[in-house]
Structures are given as structure tokens and as C-alpha cells.
């Protein structure tokens, strides 16, 4: 079968390639083209089975329908739903994803922006490792980009986040209002802001409920590995915490197989919290009270508020917080001070 191309359409209808290309894209109301006019192309177009040459239009029109995704740790869940969604609005877009994971290594980070700026993709998302922003400030300069989950505290970049400040207060809370006096908390990494603004929340409930016996935060990482070595090292103090939270799901899996290791019984022996959701915290035993970051929004939001841009030169300057909510599971006791 022939394969017709947009000199054959312009023979057949006597119309030039110019009129029929924006009938095509649409913009015949733009261009005062009659409905005769569209109505003729578009049945030649029809009849003919025409496909249009996509990688020319895009090339024409300078647009590559991609968008470039930096994730750190595709492996962890929480990065790996916020794939999930951006792929998702992305596709309602006529838009694909080019996504690269960027192993939380500045470098690594700076090479991918490269990439994606050489294959001339319409607009990046990201979340930043590092503590310098200047590569995405340079970056922003050329493509539109905005932050997802981290973001800079001295930068002007745009960024859609949660709120983990008042996530963590209202967590901290929780323990110290079910009678946990010990408790401990195993951060991220400390240049991370989303860790920086949850201990940060933790520490400050702390100091409003009052002067609990002790309270630590330790660690560096949000991985696995973390949680172990610090609830392992917390359990060897001669008072262990009667309370952990840990700022992410992989950190509480890390603490919990330090405990069962020890055969620490969970919650009857020590309470335990996460920040994070994922569904499989409610198959775990017990199923774990965690802070849910409200993800879909974020992905959401994200896609949408890049693509206003990328479509109609909207600039993008806003610095958005959303905020989580708790969710009660069978994790956290009521601490018996008369055990103590």
C-alpha cells in the first residue's frame, strides 16, 4: 500500500502543505481557514489513510514530546510511584518519559542533565541529590524544570513538595502523647532537605511536649542498611528507645529486621513508626502507622504545571507544600511507664 505523503494531499485537495499542516495541527480558526476548506482536506486525509511524519513535525516545530524524569533510586518505592504517575499524566499529554536514575550522585545527576539537553527533550523533573543547585539553575535557563519531593532552601528553582515538617511534628507527636519518653529517630541523608525538615519537626514536638527522658536522631541514609545499623546500635544502650521513627519506608525495614533479629516484639516491646506509605505496610505484621506524603497530588501537579509551561510559555516560579496525613495502623502502643 502507498504511503502518501503531504505533497500528495497538497496535488489532490490543490490546497499548499502550509494550509493543510495547520489544518492538521488544528489551527485553522487561527489562520481564518474555512470550514469547506477543513472539511475537504481533512476527508482527502481520511480516504487516503494518511499518517503525518511525526519526528519531522518535531523537528519543525523545535518540540521532542519527551520529558526527562531524574529519580535517585528507582529501587526504592517511594521513587518508583513517583515514576509511576509522571509516566501516567505524561501519556494524557501525547508526552514520553525518558527516565534515569541517578543512584543519589551529584555527577551522575550533572551527566544525565547533559544527556537530556543533548536529545533536546521539552522540559526535565527531578529529584535534586546534592546541596548545590547551581548545574539546575543553568539548567533552567534553557529548558523548563521544576523539583519534585526535594528542593533547594537558598534557590529560586520551583518545586513541588510535602510539607515534612508538619509530618514529622504530628508524628513525634503521636509517640510522645502515647507515653514514648525514649525515643529515637533514623534520618536520611543530613544535605537532604526532606530529612533536614523532618528532624527538624521531630526535634521542635519534642521541645513543645515537654523534656522526654532522651531522644536521639542518628544515621545518614535512606536505605535499608541504615535502619539496621542504627536500631542495632540503639538496642545496645543500656535504656533503648521505647519508640523508632524512621524517616522512610527503607529505613523501616532495616530497624525491623534489627528487631525481629533480637526477637523484639513489635509493638509490645517497642513502637515503631514510618515516614512514607506504600501498600505493603499493611501486610507486614504488624501493619505500620506511617505519615502518607500525598504522592498522587505531587505527580499530578508536577506533569501539569511543567506542561503549562512547555506549552504556553507559562514560567514557572511556584514553590508548592502540600500537606501529609497519618495513618493509624497496629505499630504504636501506649507506653506502660510502670515498665520502664
Do not use: W
Not at 536529545?119 to 539553575?137: A, F, H, M, Q, T
Not at 512514607?276 to 506511617?290: M, S, W
Not at 503549562?308 to 501529609?324: A, H
Amino acid at each position: 500500500m502507498k504511503k502518501y505523503t503531504l505533497t500528495d494531499i497538497s496535488r489532490i485537495t490543490g490546497y499548499s502543505k502550509t494550509t493543510i499542516s495547520r489544518v492538521l495541527s488544528g489551527k485553522f480558526e487561527q489562520y481564518r481557514i474555512s470550514e469547506p476548506t477543513r472539511d475537504h482536506i481533512l476527508q482527502v486525509v481520511k480516504e487516503l489513510n494518511y499518517e503525518p511524519n511525526v519526528v519531522a513535525q518535531m523537528l519543525r516545530n523545535n518540540v521532542s514530546k519527551t520529558i526527562g524524569l531524574l529519580l535517585p533510586h528507582i529501587d526504592n518505592p517511594f521513587f518508583a510511584n513517583i515514576a509511576s504517575v509522571v509516566i501516567r499524566e505524561a501519556q494524557h499529554f501525547n508526552y514520553t518519559v525518558m527516565l534515569i536514575d541517578t543512584l543519589e550522585d551529584p555527577r551522575l545527576e550533572e551527566k544525565a542533565i547533559d544527556s537530556l539537553l543533548a536529545r533536546n527533550v521539552d522540559g526535565i523533573l527531578l529529584v535534586p541529590c546534592g546541596d548545590n543547585p547551581s548545574k539546575l539553575e543553568e539548567t533552567i535557563q534553557k529548558k523548563p524544570l521544576l523539583l519534585i519531593d526535594r528542593y533547594f532552601e537558598r534557590s529560586d528553582l520551583p518545586y513541588i513538595s510535602t510539607n515534612n515538617y508538619v509530618g514529622a511534628y504530628q508524628a513525634t507527636k503521636l509517640l510522645i502523647e502515647s507515653g514514648h519518653e525514649r525515643t529515637l529517630c533514623i534520618q536520611g541523608p543530613e544535605a537532604s532537605i526532606t530529612s533536614k525538615e523532618r528532624v527538624r519537626g521531630y526535634r521542635e514536638a519534642i521541645h513543645d511536649m515537654g523534656n522526654p527522658e532522651f531522644s536521639m536522631v542518628r544515621g545518614n541514609d535512606f536505605s535499608i542498611q541504615n535502619g539496621y545499623i542504627e536500631t542495632k546500635l540503639a538496642l545496645a544502650l543500656d535504656k533503648p528507645p521505647t519508640a523508632i521513627f524512621a524517616l522512610s519506608n527503607t529505613i523501616l525495614l532495616g530497624a525491623m529486621k534489627a528487631l525481629n533479629e533480637h526477637q523484639i516484639a513489635i509493638p509490645e516491646d517497642i513502637s515503631i513508626l514510618s515516614f512514607d506509605n506504600n501498600l505493603y505496610l499493611d501486610y507486614l505484621n504488624p501493619p505500620i502507622t506511617r505519615v502518607v506524603q500525598p504522592l498522587e497530588s505531587m505527580g499530578v501537579m508536577a506533569v501539569k504545571m511543567l506542561m503549562e509551561e512547555i506549552t504556553g510559555n507559562v514560567r514557572l516560579q511556584s514553590k508548592i507544600l502540600l500537606n501529609p496525613n497519618i495513618i493509624k495502623k497496629d505499630s504504636v502502643k501506649i507506653f506502660d511507664h510502670s515498665l520502664k
